[in-house]
């Protein structure tokens, strides 16, 4: 069963601490994305991923880190310097960048902050 | 796409009937466009993409249109059913930029009366 898996569902952490969210795609697609959606509004882009090993800051970038060691993974690191992180994250992957292609969603993390 | 502020619009339609989607985006160089469906706590699901060498493309029930005159794209939806209430985002890309990853309008909730 091909596609894009987020974990958990539901995250809760203390202001002050910085927290990891998985992604991991099984697609063999060689771009993914991380975007960030607060209530009533559109999708975000935090950070963006061509290949393994590169990456690049998408709008909104301030306070996230990524990392891309392995072609299906890319974990979102939402640090305390992030002012307001309580949203619902979303990760995606496409088959390559630069042509527009379509992008594939996982199911959601939603990141509550207190 | 672009943003249209906090407050999501919506489309009320009754089932059955047909339903339109709009959506305007900024960058006159976008040659690709893309259209979503996000139902409540989920990732966003493809519908329909389009090209910019192209002003209409059919799928099932849905239809998209573009205009590239006045950089608009809609979205027609067929016999609309419950199941497709949901929030609708349109997204495009542009290869003239150095970004390489979709931008996303604010999206529309559709609401399908029974």
């Known amino acids: 069963d091909g596609g894009i898996t987020q974990s958990p569902k539901y995250l809760f952490r203390k202001e002050g601490q910085n927290v990891t969210l998985s992604c991991e795609q099984n697609l063999n697609h060689d771009a993914m994305y991380w975007y960030r959606q607060d209530p009533g509004q559109g999708l975000r882009l935090i950070y963006y991923?061509?290949?393994?090993?590169?990456?690049q800051k998408g709008d909104i970038a301030e306070g996230y880190s990524v990392s891309r060691e392995k072609k299906e993974s890319f974990p979102l690191t939402v640090t305390s310097a992030q002012k307001n992180p309580t949203a619902f994250y979303l990760c995606?992957?496409?088959?390559?960048?630069?042509?527009?292609?379509?992008?594939?969603f996982g199911p959601g993390t939603r990141l509550t902050v207190t | 796409g672009e943003s249209v502020g906090l407050h999501l619009p919506t489309l009320s339609v009754q089932e059955g009937d047909n339903s339109i989607i709009n959506c305007a985006y900024s960058n006159s160089a976008s040659d690709y466009f893309i259209w979503y469906k996000q139902e409540s706590g989920k990732g966003p699901q493809f519908i329909i993409d389009?090209?910019?060498?192209?002003d209409k493309r059919q799928g099932q029930r849905v239809t998209v249109l573009l205009n590239k005159t006045v950089k608009h794209l809609s979205l027609q939806i067929a016999a609309t059913q419950p199941g497709d209430s949901a929030v609708y985002f349109c997204?495009?890309?542009?290869?003239?930029?150095?970004?390489?990853?979709?931008?996303f309008g604010s999206g529309t909730r559709l609401q399908v009366q029974p």
């Open positions: 991923s061509q290949i393994v090993n590169d990456f």
């Open positions: 997204a495009d890309f542009g290869s003239d930029t150095g970004r390489r990853a979709l931008t």
């Open positions: 389009i090209r910019s060498n192209m």
């Open positions: 995606a992957s496409s088959i390559e960048i630069g042509t527009g292609k379509e992008q594939y």
